[in-house]
């Protein structure tokens, strides 16, 4: 409670600065007179509330505030000093820390020499315990064959005795009683026997014996021919000369310590040719009804003419179309098997429900063009399904990401696979998404023909391979894969490398791969920048750049990288790939078994195979508004008999001829600026038959990803050519114009032919 200030604490104030009484409600106040006011010596008149002192409740009230400001500016110098104390603590725990990574880098260092240092110490310690090992089971062996030859003999000579008297055979646990019908395999040609190793049984045709070996047995109704290598070094002791010894090895000889120009003169002798890629003599190849297409030399095999009836190899191509809608609402989410139909028929395959049911043996190679417009929240996933089985798998597969906008997306999708006769391949497309419609979400463009695929027999001697990313790896600016083999036809011709990053090949030849990695990034820079699939060749320690694949970037979205093409391999070549992305992309790679991320590839021996490269020509680049007009090329890779780009008269660097009858394929990336709504990319095909060019297959691009500086389209196609035949490319720009075409890194166009 406040009191009223005693009388000897007041400041005498005069009377005119006193306060005023405040006259009671509804009272008046008394005006002076003007007279009064004008009086000598009167004190002036002033308003009420003007030149006051303050009342004692405003003084305390600002004693109150200055005191509160002053403990408001204490209470933030303090905590003032308390953040100053928390960043000196926080760059001390960052020094730590700095000092705690640098000493787990070093101690990873040391970690890696000393498993260095073990692997040689282990790989020394193998090799000491093996050549123990094999000199203690070599005396073994030579110990246990000098003790029971003699009883090995007899017990030989009396089950061949029993095999002809005796009127049953078993294989694998199954009897059947000579005389009865082959039930399980029905009625076998002639050349073919029933093979009860399989389930079920099925119809073989008999092994041939190759050149080097001799028969033993006939091929029979229920057994396949056997074949014997002839040992050359025993039934000629003076092959190799009278102080040279002879190794005898499968189907041919090797004369040790002859120098190969001597081999190549014509040591070996008659029938045999010196094989370079071995160093060895090894026996030239018979054909069938002499059917020879190039003879035997010093230095080369006998290459067979290939007959009707025993083709090389074979293309077919085929239309994809959405199946109908019966219900009125299809859902993408649980799968859907995209309509096969073929335009020629073929004596390899069939198409049956919407598959392709293989009638042969062989190795498949299979390419698809695919461009779609769709509307789902999240990626497309298409793929080729092999179904050997009631499960089947997945061969390979791509994923297309959600659209920013309504555009149609391109993608290219190409396998490698060792295919028997009931098995069936189909197209497959998905999406996680369940409430992704067929009829609402769903607008394919119609391409030509875009689906083709060639079929080679197991006579040319070529070898397929498939492999998987072992891992999945996140976020790494440059990613390097690493394989895991699937299923490889001859391990002996194709292998892993020591590091399992890069294919190893044994024997010079040519190789067409493809390889498709899924990802998922996370950045603006992956858009602007996108990614950059690199594929090397590996030669004697030195890595070449083969290709270089660009692909525009997502944010927050799946998508996948293609790569595939053709190049030629010498003996010990290594293939291996390289993704680049941009420093602040965050990017995660997946591998596993669904198809998404695998490497495919068929090795062809050279004696029917060849291969060439090329690239944009930097004169003559397409910009503006491009019609119909075709690509100039630049080759970059040697000459070959086959196929080459042509360089005089109207039609220079624009067409590739053939000289030779057989099968192509052809995989073409362009990277380029536009801002046409459609870019249609098509292969021309120009025969003697027809003077006008036919187009074989298209690839359409949409619009440029926003916010994205390049974009990439990618074609691939297998074709029949014939002597004479001419291949072009030509650029077609819907409603906008080309604005740029890069000739190097992101652009290339690679062509493999194989012998029919």
Request: proline content about 4%.
């Amino acid at each position: 409670m406040l009191t009223k200030p005693q009388e000897c604490c007041t400041f005498p104030f005069p009377s005119s600065f006193r306060r005023r009484s405040v006259p009671a409600a509804g009272s008046r106040s008394e005006e002076p007179s003007p007279e009064a006011a004008l009086a000598p010596g009167a004190a002036p008149h002033l308003p009420a509330g003007e030149n006051e002192v303050p009342s004692e409740d405003a003084l305390i009230l600002q004693l109150h505030l200055a005191k509160g400001h002053e403990k408001f500016t204490e209470m933030l110098k303090s905590q003032q000093q308390i953040i100053v104390d928390l960043q000196q603590k926080l760059a001390e725990q960052q020094h730590v820390l700095v000092s705690q990574q640098r000493e787990i880098l070093e101690q990873q260092r040391k970690m890696y020499e000393q498993m260095d240092l073990i692997k040689v110490q282990y790989g020394m310690l193998f090799d000491a315990v093996k050549q123990m090992s094999f000199q203690s089971l070599q005396e073994d062996i030579q110990n246990y064959f000098e003790s029971h030859l003699q009883g090995l003999q007899n017990q030989v000579r009396n089950h061949l005795q029993k095999s002809f008297s005796v009127h049953k055979v078993e294989v694998d646990a199954k009897v059947i009683n000579v005389g009865e019908s082959l039930l399980d395999c029905g009625l076998c040609e002639s050349d073919e026997f029933c093979n009860f190793q399989k389930t079920p049984s099925q119809c073989e045709k008999c092994t041939l014996c190759p050149a080097g070996f001799f028969q033993m047995a006939e091929c029979s109704a229920n057994s396949d021919r056997i074949c014997q290598d002839r040992d050359e070094c025993t039934e000629s002791p003076s092959i190799c000369g009278e102080r040279i010894k002879c190794l005898n090895t499968p189907g041919g000889f090797r004369c040790l310590g002859i120098a190969e120009k001597d081999a190549a003169l014509g040591m070996c002798g008659e029938e045999y040719f010196f094989n370079k890629e071995m160093q060895e003599c090894q026996a030239c190849l018979k054909c069938e009804d002499d059917m020879v297409a190039v003879p035997c030399s010093t230095v080369s095999d006998t290459v067979c003419s290939a007959t009707s009836e025993n083709k090389l190899s074979e293309s077919w191509a085929a239309n994809i179309i959405l199946p109908s809608v019966k219900s009125g609402i299809s859902q993408v989410y649980s799968g859907l098997n995209l309509k096969i139909k073929g335009k020629l028929p073929c004596e390899i395959l069939s198409v049956e429900d919407n598959s392709l049911v293989f009638r042969q043996h062989g190795l498949l190679w299979t390419d698809l063009n695919f461009a779609v417009k769709h509307n789902c929240r999240n990626f497309l996933q298409l793929s080729l399904k092999l179904n050997g089985s009631e499960e089947g798998y997945e061969l390979s597969g791509v994923r297309i990401e959600q659209p920013e906008g309504k555009h149609f997306q391109s993608t290219s999708l190409s396998s490698a696979a060792e295919v028997e006769p009931s098995q069936t391949l189909s197209v497959y497309l998905r999406s996680p998404n369940q409430f992704c419609n067929q009829s609402k979400d769903l607008n394919i463009y119609d391409l030509n023909t875009p689906l083709s695929l060639f079929w080679l027999s197991h006579d040319t001697g070529a070898v397929a391979l498939s492999a998987q990313m072992s891992t999945a790896m996140h976020y790494q600016t440059n990613y390097r894969p690493t394989f895991k083999i699937i299923s490889v036809s001859d391990p002996y011709m194709l292998s892993l490398s020591h590091d399992g990053r890069a294919i190893k090949f044994t024997e010079t030849g040519v190789v067409k791969f493809v390889f498709h990695q899924a990802l998922y990034s996370m950045g603006h820079m992956c858009v602007r920048e996108g990614f950059s699939l690199i594929s090397y060749i590996n030669r004697n320690g030195t890595n070449r750049e083969l290709m270089n694949v660009f692909k525009s970037g997502v944010n927050y979205r799946d998508t996948s990288i293609s790569a595939s093409g053709a190049t030629k391999v010498g003996a010990g070549d290594l293939i291996s790939f390289e993704i680049l992305s941009p420093a602040q992309c965050n990017v995660r790679y997946f591998g596993d078994s669904s198809g998404i991320s695998m490497f495919s590839l068929i090795w062809i021996p050279s004696a029917v195979s060849s291969a060439i490269s090329a690239t944009v020509s930097v004169t003559g680049l397409p910009t503006g508004a491009v019609r119909n007009k075709l690509l100039d090329f630049t080759q970059v890779s040697s000459n070959e008999k086959q196929i080459q780009l042509v360089s005089s008269g109207q039609l220079a660097q624009k067409y590739f001829i053939f000289t030779e009858k057989g099968v192509a394929s052809l995989a073409f990336t362009l990277k380029l600026i536009h801002s046409c709504s459609v870019l249609k990319m098509t292969l021309n095909q120009l025969t003697m038959d027809h003077m006008q060019p036919t187009a074989i297959a298209q690839q359409i691009g949409g619009q440029m990803p926003e916010g994205s500086t390049w974009t990439s389209v990618s074609l691939r196609a297998s074709f029949e050519v014939h002597n004479g035949t001419l291949i072009s490319v030509s650029l077609d720009c819907v409603r906008g114009r080309i604005n740029q075409i890069t000739h190097e890194h992101g652009t290339s166009i690679s062509i493999l032919w194989i012998s029919s």
